[in-house]
Every structure is written in structure tokens, then in C-alpha cells.
């Protein structure tokens, strides 16, 4: 059974620029979460999708924002890039409605230069 | 913000020794995890303990829960090199929003 992916990986952007970034659950996970890690706030919570339906949403400014489609599939965009956003974005998938286990992908490292 | 507060922040232990690391939490929870983090890879599911169990065991990892003071420990037994790693707490908070603490950085030596 496959693992989390997200795509791409490693991606380096501009301040102002925008970025989306791609995540495919595990096969059957209906819900996908999204985390931003840094060194110095740590793991933050972005938001939270279920069924295509954002579910869950974190303290962050509108600038962050995400949709999941059909297939599960989600993506998170963040607009007019700051320095700031540089950091780990890991994306998470889960089977059910409560909090179990989560599944996370590798993350797609973002440098804003 | 995060939820809790993990002690000690760094760790640092010969092979074969045992590793302790707490973690300590501010609202009521559905339960809690403990996550593992390779060196700015994906986060590795370990153990979940539900809000009714004081304790839960897999393999050599134990852990337990004390809700009345709002903290937890994880107990790595008989430690390995491969142990070496970030370890989180994680509460949960409904839906499948995790709270998570600020880590433990484990290295053991060997």
C-alpha cells in the first residue's frame, strides 16, 4: 500500500510569488490534514479536509489556503509569499472521522528567499 | 500555539541505556500520541493512548497518561543507534487537528 506523497519535494520561491503544493493520501483516507513545521514555532496545524470539506482550520492568515478533491487529493496554496513561510509543509492522511493515527508524507521543504 | 511542553528538550544516551521523555499539555484531550521525526523528514506514528487508559506498551516502547496532571511520558527501552531521532507528543483536539509539543531530540550513542 502506498505511503503519503506530496510533490514536489524541495522548492525554492521569491517573496510576492505563490506556491501550491500537492498531496495524495493513502488509498481509502478520507481525510487529509495539513501541518507547517519551522524551528522556531515548531508543528502548527493548517487545516484539516474530510470528504472535500474543510473540517479543521488553524491559526494562520488567509493567505494559506487548501481544497481536496474527489479523489482525495489535496492541495494547499499560499499566496504573496514572506520570508516567514519558509518551512516543512506536511501533509497527513487519516482513515476516519476521529483522531487516530495519522499517516504523514516526507513534507515539501519551501525556501523563500 | 502548541499545546505542551516536552522535557527535556535534548537527550543524549549510550546504547542499550533507557530514554525517558515528558510531555506536558493545557486543555482536556481525546487522547494522545507520540510521533517520531527523522532529521527533517516525515513524522512516524509510534503509540496512542485514549483519555481512559493510564497506560499502553508496543514493543519497547511504554507509555503513560496521567489526565489529572495533564501529562505524559514515553519510556524507550534497551535504546538503539536507530532510536536517535525527534520525538513528539501530540493531543488531540477533535476532528484531526493534533496539537503538538516542541520535541525531544534523542541521540543515542554507540
Known amino acids: 500500500k502506498a505511503g503519503v506523497t506530496q510533490t514536489p519535494r524541495y522548492l525554492i520561491k521569491t517573496r510576492g510569488q505563490q506556491v501550491t503544493l500537492s498531496c495524495s493520501p493513502i488509498?481509502?483516507?478520507?481525510?487529509v490534514s495539513w501541518y507547517q513545521q519551522t524551528p522556531g514555532q515548531g508543528l502548527q496545524f493548517l487545516f484539516e479536509y474530510f470528504s472535500e470539506t474543510q473540517r479543521n482550520k488553524g491559526n494562520f492568515p488567509g493567505r494559506f489556503s487548501g481544497r481536496q478533491f474527489s479523489n482525495s487529493r489535496s492541495e494547499m496554496n499560499v499566496s504573496t509569499l514572506e520570508l516567514g513561510d519558509s518551512a516543512l509543509y506536511l501533509c497527513?492522511?487519516?482513515?476516519?472521522?476521529?483522531?487516530?493515527?495519522?499517516?504523514f508524507g516526507e513534507g515539501s521543504r519551501l525556501t523563500v528567499l | 500555539s502548541q499545546q505542551g511542553e516536552e522535557d527535556p528538550q535534548a537527550l543524549s544516551i549510550q546504547e542499550g541505556e533507557n530514554a525517558t521523555m515528558n510531555c506536558s499539555y493545557k486543555t482536556s484531550i481525546n487522547n494522545l500520541q507520540w510521533y517520531r521525526q527523522n532529521s527533517g523528514r516525515g513524522l512516524v506514528h509510534l503509540i496512542l493512548i485514549r483519555s481512559n487508559e493510564r497506560e499502553k506498551h508496543s514493543g519497547r516502547l511504554r507509555v503513560t497518561l496521567d489526565t489529572s496532571k495533564k501529562s505524559s511520558s514515553l519510556l524507550i527501552t534497551a535504546s538503539r543507534a536507530a532510536d536517535t531521532a525527534s520525538y513528539f507528543c501530540?493531543?488531540?483536539?477533535?476532528?484531526?487537528?493534533?496539537?503538538f509539543g516542541a520535541g525531544t531530540i534523542l541521540r543515542v550513542k554507540s
Open positions: 488509498s481509502g483516507h478520507r481525510s
Open positions: 501530540a493531543t488531540a483536539q477533535g476532528g484531526n487537528k493534533l496539537v
Open positions: 497527513a492522511s487519516s482513515s476516519g472521522l476521529e483522531t487516530g493515527e495519522l499517516f
